[in-house]
């Protein structure tokens, strides 16, 4: 017999079989994929949404709103129908939103980053953090049970940690995540750059010296304006460092510590790699704030200890 036409079933490991056999607690399982579940809404809401296919009109029959607001929407409805969290965060709202203090989860989120980025069909991608318990201020990144994104690109990709490694799934056409690659790791030495918030240089002299440093030593640069999808090129490719520093406009850089470098923080340092907000590590400085934010560098080890260095230096 000729053999069967290529079949996804027999060998697939899906998202949830990964959870259970990584040794995911039951709950912390359901809420990751409930968030899976989400992005689908959100990846579907891409292709749809403010893209004139849905006429005036989005998927759910509603005036379309924007698309960071509707993946806003997906996702809380998801974390409300859960059932298993305590409290969640968005990038999108001011203030923690509290749903019922007993259930075992606080989530944090950035529903839609680089969502400027739509229009441009660049890739852009959902951040999510999760913590045990029913607080998010006063919480350090390190208490972060799980960290995990969805990237919507060309393909749809979702990368978890639960502390056991990051592991990278593809949405298939059923609308499935299967597992793509186990334990990515990302090696000391960099290859490839992402200078972000740029300007700076203008006023932060040592951040121009960085770069400089790179043009010579003729590192790749890579950057697309989404940290979604720059981070996930370095973790995707196993090398790599993204730099986010302050200048005047923005003193602390752009990015916000709950949202965004506290879930990468713990996906790059379960990678192999590191980060740091120029003298401390990302996933040890204190949650004052929600729409805190902070200096990042983020990657390669050795390299994001020499951009440190190089930043430190008057
Ligand atoms: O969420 C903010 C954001 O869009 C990130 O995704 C991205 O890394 C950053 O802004 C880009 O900033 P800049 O254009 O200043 O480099
Ligand atoms: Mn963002």
């Known amino acids: 017999m000729p053999p069967a036409p290529y079949c996804p079933v027999p060998s697939r490991v899906s998202l949830n079989a990964h959870l259970y ?101 660049f890739a852009i991608g959902s951040i999510f953090g999760i913590y045990e318990g029913n607080t998010i201020i006063g919480r350090r990144p390190r208490e972060q049970v799980a960290a995990l994104y969805i990237i919507y690109g060309p393909r749809t990709l979702l990368v978890y940690t639960i502390g056991k490694g990051v592991h990278e799934f593809i949405l298939n056409e059923v609308g499935e995540f299967i597992l793509l690659r186990e334990n990515l790791g990302v090696a000391d030495a960099a290859k490839n750059y992402s200078p972000g918030n740029l300007r700076a240089v203008v006023d932060t002299p040592p951040y121009r010296n960085m770069m400089n440093i790179w043009l010579d030593e003729k590192l790749t640069l890579r950057y697309s304006g989404a940290m979604v999808a720059d981070i996930h090129h370095i973790i995707s490719k196993g090398q790599g460092v993204f730099a986010n520093v302050g200048g005047s406009k923005y003193p602390q850089g752009k990015l916000r510590l709950v949202f965004e470098c506290g879930p990468f923080s713990f996906l790059m340092e379960q990678a192999g790699g590191s980060s740091s907000n120029g003298k401390d590590a990302i996933m040890d400085i204190m949650i004052t704030a929600t729409d805190q934010r902070t200096p990042i560098i983020i990657g390669s080890k050795t390299e994001v200890d020499r951009v440190c260095k190089v930043l430190s230096s008057k």
């Not at 998927?59 to 997906?74: A, H, P, T, Y």
């Not at 129908?81 to 965060?89: D, G, K, P, T, Y």
């Not at 529903?111 to 739509?118: A, C, H, I, T, Y």
């Open 21 to 121: 056999r990584s040794g995911a607690p039951d709950q912390l399982r359901h809420l990751i994929n409930d968030i899976g579940r989400a992005a689908k809404y959100i990846q579907f809401a891409i292709r749809t949404t403010e893209a004139g296919l849905a006429g005036t009109k989005n998927q759910f029959g509603e005036e379309q709103i924007k698309l960071d607001v509707l993946s806003d929407q997906i996702i809380q409805q998801n974390l409300w129908e859960s059932r298993l969290v305590s409290c969640f965060s968005s990038e999108e709202m001011e203030d923690v939103v509290e749903i019922e203090s007993r259930n075992p989860y606080a989530v944090v989120f950035d529903p839609l980053d680089g969502s400027s980025l739509v229009d441009a069909n």
